[in-house]
């Protein structure tokens, strides 16, 4: 695996990007662990500074349907930005791409780090979420053209350990960080592994993309942004707005008639800027539904759980966060195991058996309650994180794997922005039923201002919210049982 030889006519350089040698021989070892130092990063940032919520409230003076902004501007800049994802992979190199992301991610890390109010923080989350918005798709492209097919489940793995581990233990490593220093230091930390990453990437990344130069369909980019932003935005201010806000009544209408607009224009565009046959796939449209419900139960989980935590049992930030990191630390193990398990067995024994497990898991949570031990609060969440490693690669390998190669970047686009959509519509979903359910079990009692009752109602409100998690496990399981192996190619 230490390199491997492409035909100079199915390699993305051309003479004026790489030497002949570099057309021929690509080592995808190093290319990979640029990739995985990267992404990490980047996906460590978007939920790092999550912890840190209630102290820049204090010391920025903001509100919290304001501070939200901080993780929600993250996500809604990827969610603008990786459609566009497989326009640029087609018009840049690979370097040029990797470069760039990084500076991105460099100069976001020291905006946000020095900023002295919440809107220059706000500015510099938003540049990092452009780093990050371009390394995940053109990691996933990168890797499908330099591994050859019976090798991805196993990389694939490895790609998993990244993008599981790192949100996930990124709230316990910020915990351990405000315990000891400023909010900043979280940012600050961070410098020393983008500066490497840059010159490992500066090194040993190599052009392998193929550059086909579409034409920039200004239109497309327009529509494309105002329907993934407008679906993104008016979702995250569900929560803090209410569903019948004119505001988000209005993103939502925006939102979806852009989309339309979008996909109709895509399918009559002769080189669409996102190519919608995709899904004419079938593999590849069920792995894509896998994937968004399994991102949705993710992401409601990690708004839900460090809530409770913190609220329900009264746990102070970092212990939350120590509570979580066992769970994040078994996806990192099991990642690479359940790839080499695909690469043997196929899909099929990995993905069903992982929605039962993420149903269960998500039953006994909706029965949680004040008095639940930490010990059983630490075996559910690693339960819930071992059901999502066994699907989360597995289904996004197995549909990825059926597409044809000049497909690659349009499915790796498609994926990645419905993670981050659906991620929003989630977050804004559990956080809707549990405040609903929570001022249920308030108007019923004698005393709704008694503080007793705090712990006890958002409780009560968390274990609705988890009904939403079962209902998206059982609609993947029901979706897994269609899956098949498609390596045909």
Avoid at 370 to 386: A, D, P
Avoid at 442 to 460: E, G, K, M
Wanted: proline residues 5%; aromatic residues 8%.
């Amino acid at each position: 695996m230490s390199s491997i030889a492409i035909e100079p006519n199915n390699c993305a350089a051309t003479p004026s990007n790489t030497s002949e040698q570099e057309q021929k021989i690509i080592r995808p070892v190093p290319i990979l662990i640029s990739f995985l130092i990267a992404g990490f990063i980047g996906l460590f940032s978007e939920t790092a500074l999550n912890m840190a919520l209630g102290r820049l409230m204090i010391e920025l003076n903001v509100v919290s349907s304001t501070v939200q902004w901080i993780t929600t501007g993250y996500l809604l800049t990827m969610g603008i930005l990786i459609p566009v994802s497989a326009l640029l992979i087609q018009s840049f190199t690979t370097r040029q791409l990797f470069v760039a992301s990084l500076l991105f991610s460099i100069v976001g890390v020291v905006v946000s780090g020095i900023a002295p109010s919440f809107s220059v923080l706000l500015l510099g989350r938003v540049i990092q979420a452009v780093g990050t918005g371009l390394i995940i798709p053109l990691m996933f492209h990168t890797v499908l053209i330099i591994f050859p097919i019976e090798k991805r489940g196993s990389i694939m793995g490895l790609i998993g350990l990244v993008l599981m581990t790192a949100p996930a233990t990124g709230p316990a490593a910020a915990g351990l960080i405000i315990e000891l220093l400023s909010w900043n230091w979280i940012l600050w930390l961070l410098m020393p592994f983008l500066a490497f990453s840059l010159v490992y990437g500066l090194a040993f990344v190599q052009n392998v993309t193929e550059l086909t130069k579409p034409k920039i369909d200004v239109f497309s980019i327009v529509v494309s942004t105002l329907g993934f932003g407008g679906i993104v935005y008016g979702f995250s201010e569900a929560g803090s707005k209410g569903w019948g806000s004119a505001v988000v009544i209005s993103a939502l209408i925006i939102g979806l008639i852009s989309l339309v607009i979008f996909s109709l224009r895509q399918l009559k565009l002769e080189k669409p800027m996102l190519d919608l046959r995709a899904f004419k796939y079938p593999m590849f449209t069920l792995g894509v539904l896998c994937v968004i419900a399994t991102f949705m139960i993710i992401l409601s989980s990690m708004i839900l759980l460090p809530l409770y935590l913190q609220m329900g049992l009264g746990l102070t930030a970092l212990a939350a966060g120590l509570v979580l990191m066992p769970g994040g630390v078994l996806n990192g193990i099991m990642s690479p195991i359940a790839g080499r398990i695909f690469d043997r067995f196929g899909p099929k024994w990995l993905i069903t058996p992982g929605f039962i497990i993420m149903a269960i898991v998500l039953w006994q949570l909706s029965n949680v309650t004040t008095t639940t031990s930490i010990s059983m609060m630490v075996m559910l969440h690693s339960g819930l994180m071992l059901g999502v490693t066994l699907v989360m690669m597995p289904a996004q390998t197995n549909g990825l794997n059926q597409l044809p190669r000049e497909l690659y970047p349009d499915g790796t686009a498609l994926i990645n922005t419905f993670m981050q959509v659906s991620g929003s519509i989630a977050t804004a979903l559990a956080i809707t039923i549990m405040s609903t359910s929570q001022n249920s079990f308030l108007q019923r009692v004698a005393d709704p201002s008694d503080p007793l009752l705090a712990s006890t109602s958002l409780t009560a409100g968390v274990q609705t919210a988890f009904i939403l998690g079962i209902t998206l496990a059982l609609s993947g399981f029901i979706l897994s049982l269609f899956i098949k192996s498609s390596r045909v190619h």
